[in-house]
């Protein structure tokens, strides 16, 4: 995240299962006995592993901004979702890269805001940075 740099692909494949893996490892090592797991955005996919994993080792979920099962997307964004998944092809991954603008991203950041010029622009300047590595842009 932010400018940190990624490992590579062979030594942690940018999926769910892997990002878990990875996060309940740090858990494990820093944190005994019960924890509550703060469940947001891109995290609850990750959180939601590691507690079906260890659920003896959960006191609480802490839930915010993420969908739990597919019945709670719009079905207009799911069909986006639904024609790009499974096998990667060229022509999927032009269309995929219309998602990873500054400006598309800028849009879902001040969408819906009531002061859009009062946001701080670290956000959608911080995936720009990410956007500019070829390498982030490649899909599994």
Known sequence: MGYSKAPARTVVRPTFDDVAMVIDTYIAQRASGPRILYLHDIG????LRIATAHPEQIAGLIWQNFTISVEGWSPERLKVFERLGGPETSEKLVETE???TVDCDRHLHQTGVRQPDALIPDN?????YAFSIAANRVFL
């Open 44 to 47: 609850g996919p990750i959180g």
């Open 98 to 100: 219309q998602f990873a």
């Open 124 to 128: 959608w300047e911080i995936d720009a």
